[in-house]
Each structure stands twice: as C-alpha cells, then as structure tokens.
C-alpha cells in the first residue's frame, strides 16, 4: 500500500464556491455552476483552457457531474466522478493536481456540489431501513468515540463545545459560511442547545448543507504567467487511505473507521512532502461533529497524544494562536454538503495562503493542511505552500 | 406471526421465543480471527476461505451514547430516545448495535447479552426484527 504524492510544479489557478445552506430553490446544476464560474473567472479562464475535471459528489446519482459540467459547457474534456462520502472534494483535488503533475493535464477542474436538502426530499427518513445499520443516527457513531475519549481522558462535553464555539465564532467572519451568528457563542450556549446523541448538541453537529465549490489547478508556470501579481499557492502533497485492519474493527453500520488511519495518512503525506506539523500555519479538518476536532490535533501530530485539551485550553488552534484550526468555521458553521466540503477547505486555504481571509486572516500563513474523512471509510490528508 | 430479519445473513432468529439470537460471524482457520459480518477473505491474515460460527451471545460495552432523536427505522414511533453502543463479544468480534435501557442504565465495560427488537410490524403481520443488546440483569420491562 502506497498513497503518499508529492505533487511537481502544481499551483492553484482559480478558486470559487456558492456560500452553503439550505438552497431549496437553486437547481443543482446552477449550484455548480455557479461555483465553476466564480472559479474560472477568479482564474482568468473559459471552459476551453480546462484540459480535464474531476466531479465529486455523493447524492446516489449516476453521471449528475457530466450534466452539472455542462452548465459550463461543452468542450469534450474528459470527466471522471469522485465519490469517497464527505472526503469527496478533497480526493476530487487530488486527482486533479495529479493529473498536472504528472503531466497528462496543464490545466484540470475539481468541482463538488451537493444538495442535502434534495437526497433527504428523495429518500425521506426510514429510506433504506431494511439494512442492518438503518434505525441508528450516523450522529451516534461520533458520540461514541467522543464518550470513549471521556472514559479514557477524562475530556468534558465543555471542552468539546468551546471548540464548536469557536468554529462558530469563526463562521461569523466567514461571507460563505453557512452558520454566521450575530453575536460571540460561548461555550455554554453550545451546551445548552438541544441534545443530539450524548454529548454532542446540535450546535456541536454539522448543519445538513446545499452547496458547490470548485478550485482550478494548473502548471506553476501557466499559474504565474498568468497571475504575476498574486502570491502563488502550490498543491504540494497529498494522501489518501482506506482503513488497516486491525481488532477491534467494526464492519457493520455508519463506520467512522479507526482513528490511526488519520494518523498514517498525516505521516504519509508528511513525508511525501517533506513537511512536518511545525512548518504547518493554518490548518482544516474534518470537524462534522465537535469531539473530532480535539482527536486530530494529535492524530495530525499537532500535539502528543493527550495533549490536545492543552492545546484546545491554551488557544493555539483558534484567533491569534500557534496552529489555528477550521478559519472559516469548519464543517460545524461553514457547512457540509458532502461533495463539495472539502473544495470549500481549499477555497479558505487559499484565501489564507494568499492572505485575503479578511476578518480571520492567519498572520503570514505560508503552508495550510486539509484534512477528511469520509464514513465508511476513507481519510485525506493535503498540503498546500505559498512562495513567499 | 413470524419474525422476520430487518437484513437477512446478519443474525439468525429462533423457532422458540425463550432462546436468544446469535449473530452470524465467520473464523479464519490460519490466523483465528473472527469476524461479524460473515466473510470469505480474512479481513487480517488474507488466507481465503473462513468458517461460519455463531457468535458469543454476550460482551461488554466498549463504548456508548444515547440518541434523543428518533431512531430511523422506527418513524413511524414516538421513540424518547434511545442507546448505541459498541460490544465486545466474548468471542472477539466489535459490534454496533441498539443498546436496551436508558441513558442511567448504561456505562463503559458493562456486561450485555444479546436480544431481539421489533422495529415494525407489517401489513402481513410479520415482525421486522433487529439484534440489540441489554444490559445482564436489566429488568425485562425497561424501554428502549
């Protein structure tokens, strides 16, 4: 098993995504088209400079990409579908930037949408219920790994809701999150917000999403050419696992997957990039549920293992702090469609990295780590580096 | 009236009410592993070709939550809530299931033994049944 990629001269060309929501009225294809458009013109480019896209997504639809493509044309460029449930954007960019790297494509597309409010008008609760792992909330399976870590750590649902509220509070700085609160959530209102699965609250669960995203890679040289006055942003590395067995390992139901698969895909793309986590200044997880956040700290080797209620304690992940986590607020306020998830984490990586976060800018932030899982199970771990 | 399972392979249902269900696992005769669901590969070792086994019919909660909001398969009940767990079965294998009791009646390392839950009764008169577990010495009434 290999899946460690250092990607050779790749750069970010274009950026776009629609601000998540619950988008009932927007048609599907207009969500990605939309985010494509806002993505080719942040590039300078049409359709025709795109050599080949890669289209993620996970509503139970075959060939929903090559319709939504073609809302932005029709040029005969090869498309493939991603689907790898909420790591989908990030494996979509990853595909993409091999395939710059690698040389088979100049210029090459990945763009995620998804409409959440469309798969559960289709299905309706109770779709699907005659399978073994229907009658149990997906919510359930994160609430189980957070009341183990309560066992084992001793951690408090308080330690888990100061870091929904700081993804909150970051939302509020965010134009295209989804949750932008109108005041500062504290720790307590997260507490006291209704009870999900124990101890996780709704305002420590992602918010079901509509949304779309898209990012552009191209050739460093095309890159710079084209954009000589804006910092450039290079996909430098990328991993990508499937689980390792080992005892203990549940086959049955929404499975999370084991917590060490985040930790080799970390180490892999660490090396891949000869990069470790103290050259890292900003950073994007997969914090769909609140307790998630605190475990990557260490299984992206922030911190050692144990550590990271310190980490949390003393605001080195959040304004102002040593590594700030999830800037535009995470999967918890910025949203979580699926497909387009974590599109929109290298969207804000970029701003980040091209210093245009306004409101939650990371001061000099030079590398930017993107991180998913997706259930059932996957886990992704990407580098980006500004040349500054 | 019959019971019927919500998935079929998964776990096997008596003919008498009183015996307890067994999930349906499978061992690796290389490496001793055993496994729930059943499967052909061993999932660690590789070697092809497993024997089926039912599985321990009790374990020990590795780790719990309980739900407050309905459970999917039952929308069409007014459920209060309801526990999720991880066992560990006796025998090995790490199981996800329904847990029987409330919130109080639950902990990390408690015994539990394996039971059946209907889910829903259809039109046929047939009782769509899931495995769940309760806690060893729980009172037969406690919800779930």
Redesign the interface.
Known sequence: MRSGLCFDGVAIAGIGMVRFGMLREVPINHLARDAGLLALHDAGMTLADIDEAFVGYIQPASMLGIKAMKELGLTGLPVTHIENASATGLVAFREAAWAVSSGRADVAMALGFDKFTDMTRQSGRGAGRDQIDAPILPAAYFALWAQRRMYERGTTAEQFATIAAKNWNYGAACPTAHRRPDHVVTAAEVLGARMVAEPLTTMMCCPPDDGAACIIVARDDLVRARQPDRTLVRAVASSLQSESYAPGHTFVGPVVGPASMTRSAAEECYEAAALGPDDIDVAYCHDAFANEELEYYELLGFCPEGDAEALLADGSTGPGGRIPFNTDGGLLARGHPGGPTGLAMIHEAVLQLRGQADGRQVDGARVALAHLVGGGSVATVNLLQADR | MARVP??AG?FRIPDDPDELPRLLGSRCPACA?V???R?LVC??CLHEGTDDVDLATRGRI???????????????VEVAGYG???V?LID?P???S?LVGG?EDLA?GLEVEIGLET?RTEPSGDD?V?YRFRPVGLAAGASS
């Open positions: 919500i998935e998964f592993e496994f729930f669901p499967r999932a660690g590795h780790t719990w939550t309980y739900c407050h909001v309905p459970m999917f398969g039952r929308s069409d999720v767990g991880q560990d090995g790490r199981v996800q329904i919130p990390i889910l769509v899931i």
